[in-house]
């Protein structure tokens, strides 16, 4: 071995080179994205939602990135608050279903047959149906609103990773080192503790940072059909059904560049969960 | 699990029966706590123009000045003899509505779904077997980025694209205005169906890609294609006599089963072209507060899902040895 | 008919953490197998036995680095060698029916094989219905399925998709693992007709006392290095093994002394300067610090410096 390949270079001191490291990477400018948009929605003052009929219609331009609305509002302020929006509808209505699959797939798997029974029919009653039709069921039921897409969006999410929290204990529950343990003496928490855990935590929160995306797409895809409609505060949806008629004139920039920023957003969620799994997955973290 | 036997079909229509009845409790449950007044949702804004007694007759026959649980039962009596009721915004039977409009998702669904089936398996075999090549980055980057792109994104660029800056497809509806659906031919039908089925594909297409792709980088690191390696077959051999067998099993029964995502996404689709389709109908509904037909579609679509699983069940038990024979010797 | 020099495996992984860290799970192999004569590769699990086929077969994964030399009929066996005669003049017993497509027929797999190796179709029919013959099986069970194969009848088949070509050299992978007395003996008993024949056999597996009975010579291999080469002779009166490692393997089957020497064998990422069974070792001295060659000893080799 020679000498210079000894001192490391500067790609292998960041790490770039390896799969782990770049997953580490990626992870971080996710954040630091998510971040610095959340923060720039907070600071952008409200003065670019005025509206303001000598700028109106402009195409994208240096002065407005986004172009603007026929009102003369600027469209990137409209649309890094409505991403913003979008975001919070999202992570709250991901973050109640999560919280409900894992409760609902812990007991399911643990409370014994008669738990199991009602759980997996509550499952496959809520799949019964394409998920937007129960999407639809549920803002109507709301009467319409954004917390009626809130709550539709959570209520409707969970079934997938409860499914999968679920599978994951039942298997575990059958492993044979998890049932030396008992034998040995071990009380169901230590189990629960030691064993079960670290096998589902991985699991878990992957799942529930892929359930992000589809959240948000959920929401956006909810609000954009015209349930849920809070024009004074509008979401990245509502931009899009208000810009859907002027596209036939000619107003591209008005629906396609806030779904582009949706786009990327969500896709950086999942580029996330996948940098996530990359590092975590024993199957996979050896590339 | 189980070859095709009379006990399964009975359990299988049990299980149907179960689904359908707790799905309509379920919509039923989830309509009466609407804001919205029963009488309104199921007359309208043809309140103002029927006489006390015509609403007075409505009012009686579907029971709307009872308590929610009577209101059910009535409805669920109607459903079982066979009239889902009068739709609101289209002063039609729901009946006739859903079979109309189905008819004309039937075709925006089948095209996506055959289209995005089969590109998808392709593209995604083609990317498995031939990891880290130049195609596979290709198909890759195309997936990953258009796999999770929202489906009404997708369809006002295309729109724009092609209906507004360069004219070659209409913008809206599934005929030339002007033009009754029993008119049209059928390249206007096709002419007003590639846009909206296009949208459906392309993310379709790379969905199906990068889970058929995954599937077959398994296959290939697997048990039976390193024997086939060792034995001296070529890339390409393990890749068409070991890796796509194992793939298109699962591959088509997931097809099956993914019938309701298809539906979802036709609902977005006609939304953005005005494609008078069963999803627009969902919407209408929705939105104006269409009992009946809300109730019927959601029953409907049920009915639907249930019968991708249903196929996938079967298509299983008969393409897969395993099961096959499996249940065969069983008995 | 093939000569393995001082080949060497090793692969980059990751460890906890950051590190990258280098695995070797074969450091230093040799052996030799002469056309007609079955040589048993035998050592404990993780011991690089399944390596050695799978790098005689150039069939290692992406990651790994290979040195030293095989060579073949006299030739080194280079990748595009190897891949011009894998399945044609080496061919693989597999372990288990895990390893053949579950959703073929085994008739057909087995006429796979054999046009694989060479033949045109009605000759590999034919080769293949000579194999399911040869190996007793009815002509019912060309057409089952890898999962209504089991046990013995498994094993056979296996055998015969190996056979249906005219492949020289023979590398049977464990090929007595969860199988019934009467059946294993059945299964070296074929190994023992090839041989008979003319063809190599290389047999990889921890059954030392199975492998005796039918092996010519024997290639006892610890972490990774061939600690001795010797004839399966030797193994009957134990005076003449010559390694303290082929003798403590000896000892601890349960037909002979059923002891075990305490200790593991070393890690695969660990390095070791000296030799490799030093840390076991009961006649350990300070000569063992130093590298170990394999020398010759009566009729075999050795790699120990009190043989």
Not at chain 1, 38 to 51: D, F, K, N, Q, R
Not at chain 1, 141 to 163: D, M, Q, Y
Not at chain 2, 139 to 158: C, E, K, N
Not at chain 3, 217 to 232: D, K, N, P
Request: with cysteine; net charge positive; hydrophobic share 45%.
């Amino acid at each position: 071995m020679s000498t210079e390949a000894l001192r490391p270079t500067l790609a292998q001191r960041l790490r770039l080179m390896d799969g782990r490291g770049r997953a580490a990477w990626v992870l971080v400018l996710c954040l630091a994205y998510f971040a610095a948009l959340v923060a720039t929605a907070a600071m952008m003052s409200e003065s670019g939602l005025t509206t303001d009929f000598l700028h109106k219609k402009l195409a994208p331009c240096l002065e407005f990135p986004f172009g603007t609305d026929w009102l003369g509002r600027d469209m990137l302020v409209r649309t890094v608050k409505g991403l913003t929006r979008s975001l919070g509808i999202g992570l709250l209505a991901a973050s109640v279903s999560s919280v409900v699959s894992a409760v609902l797939g812990t007991l399911s798997a643990t409370l014994g047959r008669k738990t199991d029974a009602v759980v997996t029919t509550l499952i496959d009653l809520v799949m019964a149906t394409p998920h937007l039709v129960l999407l639809i069921l549920v803002s109507f039921a709301c009467g319409g609103g954004a917390t009626g897409v809130i709550i539709a969006v959570a209520v409707s999410h969970w079934t997938r990773l409860a499914r999968i929290i679920r599978a994951e204990i039942l298997q575990l529950k059958q492993a044979e080192f998890v049932m030396v343990s008992r034998k040995l003496g071990r009380s169901p928490w230590w189990i629960a503790r030691k064993h079960m855990l670290p096998h589902i935590m991985p699991q878990f929160t992957i799942g529930l940072i892929l359930l992000f995306p589809h959240a948000i797409l959920h929401a956006a895809g909810l609000t954009f059909l015209g349930f849920g409609l809070s024009p004074h505060n509008p979401s990245i949806g509502i931009l899009l059904s208000e810009s859907m008629r002027h596209i036939s004139t000619g107003y591209w920039w008005l629906a396609i560049l806030p779904g582009l920023s949706l786009l990327v957003t969500v896709k950086l969620f999942d580029v996330l969960g996948n940098s996530l799994r990359v590092i975590t997955d024993p199957k996979t973290s050896q590339e | 699990m189980h070859a095709i036997s009379l006990r399964f079909c009975m359990g299988k229509a049990g299980r149907l029966a179960l689904i359908l009845s707790l799905v309509s409790v379920l919509a039923f449950t989830l309509v009466s706590l609407s804001p919205v007044d029963p009488v309104s949702a199921y007359i309208g804004i043809d309140r103002m123009q029927i006489s006390a007694e015509q609403e007075q007759r409505i009012i009686d026959r579907w029971g709307l000045d009872r308590p929610a649980p009577e209101r059910f039962f009535i409805w669920a009596g109607s459903v079982l003899r066979g009239d889902l009721g009068q739709s609101m915004i289209f002063n039609e039977p729901v009946t006739t509505v859903i079979g109309k409009r189905f008819v004309t998702s039937l075709w925006l669904m089948a095209s996506a779904w055959l289209l995005s089936g089969v590109l998808g398996f392709v593209l995604g075999v083609v990317a498995g077997t031939r990891r880290n090549s130049l195609t596979d980055r290709i198909i890759r980057i195309y997936s990953y980025t258009l796999a999770s792109t929202p489906s009404f994104w997708m369809g006002l660029v295309l729109l724009a694209v092609f209906s507004v800056a360069l004219g070659w497809t209409p913008i809206c509806c599934a005929t030339p205005p002007g033009v009754s659906p029993d008119d049209a031919t059928l390249w206007q039908r096709l002419h007003h169906l590639i846009l909206p089925a296009a949208t459906l594909s392309v993310i379709g297409v790379a969905q199906i890609a990068l889970h058929t792709r995954e599937k077959t980088i398994d296959a290939m690191n697997s048990e039976y294609a390193l024997f086939a390696f060792a034995q001296g077959e070529s890339r390409t051999g393990v890749a068409w006599r070991h890796a796509v067998r194992n793939v298109a099993l699962p591959a088509v029964t997931l097809q099956f089963a993914s019938l309701g995502e298809l539906f979802g996404g036709s609902v977005l689709a006609e939304q953005v072209f005005s494609y008078p389709g069963l999803g627009k109908a969902t919407v209408e509904a929705g939105i104006r507060g269409d009992v009946p037909l809300l109730l019927g579609i959601t029953l409907f679509s049920a009915v639907f899902v249930f019968s991708g699983n249903f196929i996938a069940d079967i298509l299983y038990g008969v393409l897969d040895p395993r099961i096959r024979i499996g249940a065969e010797e069983a008995k | 008919m093939l000569s393995v020099r001082n080949l060497s495996i090793e692969f980059s992984r990751y460890g906890s953490g950051w590190q990258r860290k280098s695995i070797h799970p074969v450091r230093d192999l040799s052996l030799d197998i002469r056309p007609g004569e079955i040589v048993a590769v035998v050592g404990s699990s993780g011991s690089g036995k399944s390596l050695l086929a799978h790098a005689v077969l150039g069939l290692l994964p992406g990651n790994a680095c290979a040195t030293g030399d095989i060579l073949f009929k006299g030739d080194r066996l280079t990748p595009r060698a190897m891949s011009r005669l894998r399945g044609k003049q080496i061919a693989l017993i597999p372990q288990s029916v895990a390893y053949l497509n579950p959703l073929a027929r085994v008739g057909r797999q087995v006429y796979r094989a054999s046009r694989l190796s060479g033949r045109c179709c009605q000759g590999a029919a034919r080769n293949t219905d000579a194999a399911f013959a040869r190996y007793r099986l009815d002509g019912g069970v060309k057409s089952m399925f890898p999962f209504q194969v089991s046990g013995g009848m498994a094993r056979r088949v296996l055998t015969a998709t190996a056979t249906a070509g005219d492949a020289d050299l023979l590398i049977a992978d464990e090929p007595t693992t969860g199988l019934d007395p009467e059946v294993i003996t059945q299964s070296l008993g074929h190994l023992r007709e090839l041989a008979d024949a003319g063809k190599s056999v290389m047999l990889i597996t921890h059954d030392i006392g199975a492998a005796v009975t039918i092996a010519d010579r024997v290639a006892v291999i610890y972490a990774g290095t061939t600690v001795e080469l010797a004839g399966a002779d030797d193994f009957r009166g134990k005076a003449r093994l010559r390694h303290p490692y082929t003798r403590a393997l000896w000892n601890a089957l349960p037909q002979q002394n059923f002891r075990y020497v305490t200790g593991n064998q070393p890690m695969e990422d660990s390095t070791v300067d000296g030799c490799i069974y030093a840390d076991r070792c009961t006649s350990r001295t300070g000569e063992c610090a130093e590298p170990q060659p394999l020398r010759e000893v009566d009729n075999g080799q050795v790699r120990c410096c009190h043989a």
